[in-house]
């Protein structure tokens, strides 16, 4: 692939639910979801758009989707309440922004790109980040336009789990959730973008790895762009984001061994989950430790392939 094909990949989180657990109909549910962000994205880069405005055009679709765990499907805290944690970072001069902690904004990759573009900061949280964004004429939605029958049958049984003391016997699709897109555009110019929810249950005030520049979200078009879902925290302890980079960047490796390598070291700290990344020149890299991801790419004619677990990607 030369240098400047556009290309894009997307995540729908590292936590899936168990193969034998979908029926056909919620299969091609998730697929359908996942093509329509490709589709979003993919129609930014191919009319010469620029790799910021494609991966933000594709978390969009997913945060409208309430199958996935951020904006619209995000996940509650304990206290009842939607949280929510965006990031976006481009490659060219690694600008970036982020919000934490918030709930209102529709879509919080677009509050992160507020942030970004006219706060002066890189990182802003809670009600000071919110006080900002209405300032900045971002429309609000009620609390209640995020809070589904899903999440909310989910906050109840992990906090009656709690209460009677039971063991943690939950799936990884029930600890994690995160969604993202990474993307070259024609120029060779990389962007990254991360949005979520966090897990169900979360203590109030907590934030992950996705709004961490470097942790969860990092682009550098000398290196590569990547977003990552799974545990946070490890991801945050290890700068995961910026470690891949660094290892391109600084270490001379391939995008594909760098990741492999680096998702398996991850895994052996406790860190399950998984990384989508975009390179100056090559295929994306998807990779995961986990039982899944949703996942997807774009290949050179813009077809659309998507995957879940283990099989073999889908084209759509």
């Not at 549910?29 to 010469?48: D, I, K």
């Not at 998807?286 to 790419?297: A, D, H, K, P």
Request: charged fraction near 20%.
């Amino acid at each position: 692939m030369a240098q400047n094909i556009q290309a894009l990949a997307i995540h729908g989180g590292a936590g899936t639910i168990p193969l034998d657990s979908l029926d056909k109909q919620s299969l091609a549910a998730y697929h359908e979801g996942l093509r329509a962000a490709l589709r979003a994205g993919w129609q930014v880069l191919a009319s010469g758009g620029a790799a910021l405005d494609a991966v933000i055009a594709s978390v969009k679709v997913l945060e409208d989707d309430p199958l996935f765990n951020a904006g619209r499907g995000a996940v509650l805290t304990s206290a009842g309440r939607p949280e929510m944690d965006a990031a976006v970072m481009r490659g060219s001069d690694r600008a970036a922004g982020a919000v934490a902690g918030i709930c209102g904004p529709r879509n919080p990759v677009e509050a992160a790109r507020l942030v970004m573009e006219r706060s002066g900061h890189v990182l802003m949280m809670g009600e000071g980040a919110e006080a900002f964004l209405r300032e900045a004429g971002m429309d609000f939605e009620p609390a209640s336009y995020f809070e589904t029958e899903r999440r909310r049958a989910a906050l109840a049984l992990e906090l009656d789990r709690r209460a009677r003391g039971a063991p943690d016997t939950r799936s990884d699709a029930d600890r994690h959730g995160t969604v993202g897109a990474v993307a070259r555009d024609r120029f060779g110019g990389l962007a990254a973008a991360t949005s979520t929810g966090g897990y169900t249950a979360k203590r109030p005030g907590r934030v992950g790895d996705a709004p961490v520049i470097g942790a969860g979200t990092f682009a550098d078009d000398a290196g590569c762009a990547v977003s990552c879902t799974g545990n946070g925290e490890v991801f945050i302890r290890y700068t995961a984001s910026a470690e891949l980079s660094a290892r391109v960047r600084l270490g001379g490796q391939g995008l594909e061994e760098a990741a492999a390598a680096l998702i398996a070291e991850l895994g052996a700290q406790e860190g399950e989950g998984g990384m989508i990344a975009m390179g100056p020149q090559g295929a994306p890299v998807l990779v995961f430790n986990s039982s899944g991801m949703y996942r997807g790419f774009t290949d050179e004619q813009g077809g659309f392939w998507t995957a879940i677990h283990r099989e073999p990607y889908q084209r759509g």
